[in-house]
C-alpha cells in the first residue's frame, strides 16, 4: 500500500508539472501574441507616418490642398442652396 501512495504521489506531482508546464506556454504564447500585435501597430503608425500628406518643410501637399478648397466650396454651395430655399418661402 505504501508504493500505491509514493506511485500515486508521483502521479500528482507529474500532473502538477504537466500542468505549470502547459499554463506556462499558454502565459508565453499570450505574450508573444501582445508582443505581436504592439509590433503591428508601430509599424503600421511608422508607415502612416511616411505616407503622411505633410512634407518635411511642414507645407500640406497639394493634393491635400484640394481636398480641402473642394470640401469648403461644398459646403459653401449647400448655405447658398439653405439660403435659396428659405428667400423662396418668405
Sequence with gaps: MVVLVVGSSQNKVADALLELDAELELELELELEAELEQRK????AAVRKLNSPIK???????DTRDDEE????ERLRQI???QGMVDFVK
Aim: aromatic letters at 0%; a neutral charge; hydrophobic letters at 20%.
Design 56 to 62: 518635411q518643410d511642414g507645407q500640406q501637399n497639394q
Design 70 to 73: 473642394a470640401d469648403k466650396n
Design 41 to 44: 501597430k508601430e509599424r503600421a
Design 80 to 82: 447658398g442652396l439653405a
